[in-house]
């Protein structure tokens, strides 16, 4: 149950888009169709931003997306807004009922 | 609207045992998948626990067989019994649940366990 591997930190200015990567292995994320993406503000609980890869739950903004290539997730903001800085964290079905997150990834809006 | 209200953490001696509880309302813990999910002070998210609508239990290897995930139907509240608590398991504990296994869409605040001696 290692920890899916997640870029540090990303930044781009408002209007842009950036891209998150998580990576693992073919025992979680490249092995079932179950990859989640959370945002989380300073001291808040985390928010559901994308299931089941790429889609979307009601009242999340279109602008978040979500993607999957072998064993790679991505989640890609564009239109980027001040009120999207926040860490971001995957997370994988990693089989035997368990599952897995990301090491997590501030976006900062410049 | 969906609540879910996390109680009991607090300061724990090395060793010793606490049980965390979450109580629900607007959302009906029997019939969805209930998690429990630790931050570390400044460290990310990990996943701890899971009950099944079903009533199977699973859970990450850093807490099996320490720590025992349950609930109370009649008292809409979810729990998690931990034992042999370490210095490792300080964190901010959140329930989280939703009625499809594979997301987690209503959390809690979170309750800070901290093991220290």
């Known amino acids: 149950q290692s920890a899916l591997t997640q870029p540090r930190s990303v930044s781009g200015s408002p209007g842009q888009s950036v891209t998150i990567s998580c990576t693992g292995t073919?025992?979680?994320?490249?092995?079932?169709?179950?990859v989640s993406w959370y945002q989380q503000h300073p001291g808040k609980a985390p928010k559901l931003m994308i299931y089941?890869?790429?889609k979307r739950p009601s009242g999340v903004p279109d602008r978040f997306s979500g993607s999957k290539s072998g064993n790679t997730a991505s989640l890609t903001i564009s239109g980027l807004q001040a009120e999207d800085e926040a860490d971001y964290y995957c997370?994988?079905?990693?089989?035997?009922?368990?599952?897995?997150f990301g090491t997590g990834t501030k976006v900062t809006v410049l | 609207e969906v609540q879910l209200v996390e109680t009991g953490g607090g300061l724990i001696q090395p060793g010793g045992s606490l049980r965390l509880s979450c109580a629900a309302s607007?959302?009906?813990?029997?019939?969805?998948?209930m998690s429990w999910v630790r931050q570390a002070p400044g460290k990310g998210l990990e996943w701890v626990s899971v009950?099944?609508?079903?009533?199977?239990?699973y859970y990450a290897d850093s807490v099996k067989g320490r720590f025992t995930i349950s609930r109370d139907n009649s008292k809409n509240t979810l729990y998690l019994q931990m034992n042999s608590l370490r210095a490792e398991d300080t964190a901010v504990y959140y329930c989280?649940?939703?009625?499809?296994?594979?997301?987690?869409?209503?959390w809690g605040q979170g309750t800070l366990v901290t093991v220290s001696s």
């Open positions: 989280a649940g939703d009625s499809s296994s594979s997301r987690l869409d209503y």
């Open positions: 607007g959302f009906t813990v029997s019939s969805n998948y």
């Open positions: 009950i099944y609508s079903g009533g199977s239990t």
């Open positions: 073919s025992s979680d994320v490249g092995g079932y169709n179950y």
């Open positions: 089941d890869v790429s």
């Open positions: 997370c994988s079905y990693a089989g035997s009922y368990t599952w897995v």
